[in-house]
Antibody
Framework: QLQLQESGPGLVKPSETLSLTCTVS??????????WGWIRQPPGKGLEWIGS???????HYNPSLKSRVTISVDTSKDHFSLNLNSVTAADTAVYYC?????????????????WGQGTLVTVSS | QSALTQPASVSGSPGQSITISCTGT?????????VSWYQQHPGKAPKLMIY???NRPSGVSNRFSGSKSGNTASLTISGLQAEDEADYYC?????????FGGGTKLTVL
């Protein structure tokens, strides 16, 4: 059974870089049918897609976050990572990683399943 | 990209049916059959309930169904049960991106 687990600091200072890793177990990240994505949820608010990466390294990013986001993948370790720079209090959220199915073509991104349990990252000095 | 539009809240009594709408544009919901729905209980990760507009993953109750007309997708839950009380989010593909709806809180009266 495929499982995803987020890890990283729970507290980040304003203007610094938020870095998280998602470790995939029970399966390989090197699969042609899936992307690997990051989604966040500010306290009491809705879901926001951050971006997704294919095992080859091809990425899709949310246009509103694109200038601050980098997602990378390490297929040898079956994990992928999120870097979000110049963070502010508005970036405080629970961050989820999830597997994302491709659509009819490899560059189309579709549904998320399964999801990690999520990790709360607070931006505060 | 703008978030898809969902009602903030819906409610229903046990045994009844409810429908949650998800309105987008011809660039997302209306343009592709890549609409999915997620259920989220408090403090938990979202769970996939419907994918590709109408498909149910293995293990999801057949009380949950999805449909689409034009730029609006819908999630219908029949035979409401107390355990269905949760937040529900729609999502759609749009030009190399994914966009979520704002979420709908379902209350079972």
């Amino acid at each position: 059974q495929l499982q995803l687990q987020e890890s990283g600091p729970g507290l980040v200072k304003p203007s610094e870089t938020l870095s998280l890793t998602c470790t995939v177990s029970g399966g390989s990240i090197r699969t042609s049918s899936y992307y690997w994505g990051w989604i966040r949820q500010p306290p009491g608010k809705g879901l926001e897609w951050i971006g997704s990466i294919y095992y080859s390294g091809s990425t899709h990013y949310n246009p509103s976050l694109k200038s601050r986001v980098t997602i990378s993948v390490d297929t040898s370790k079956d994990h992928f990572s999120l870097n979000l720079n110049s963070v502010t209090a508005a970036d405080t959220a629970v961050y989820y990683c999830a597997r994302q199915r491709t659509g009819s073509s490899w560059y189309i991104v579709d549904w998320f399943d399964p999801w990690g349990q999520g990790t709360l990252v607070t931006v505060s000095s | 990209q703008s978030a898809l539009t969902q009602p903030a809240s819906v409610s229903g009594s046990p045994g009844q049916s409810i429908t949650i709408s998800c309105t987008g544009t011809s660039s997302d919901v209306g343009g592709y059959n890549y609409v999915s729905w997620y259920q989220q209980h408090p403090g938990k990760a979202p769970k996939l309930m419907i994918y590709d507009v109408t498909n149910r993953p293995s293990g999801v109750s057949n009380r949950f169904s999805g449909s689409k007309s034009g730029n609006t997708a819908s999630l219908t839950i029949s035979g409401l049960q107390a355990e269905d009380e949760a937040d529900y989010y729609c999502s759609s593909y749009t030009s190399s991106s994914t966009v979520f709806g704002g979420g709908t809180k379902l209350t079972v009266l």
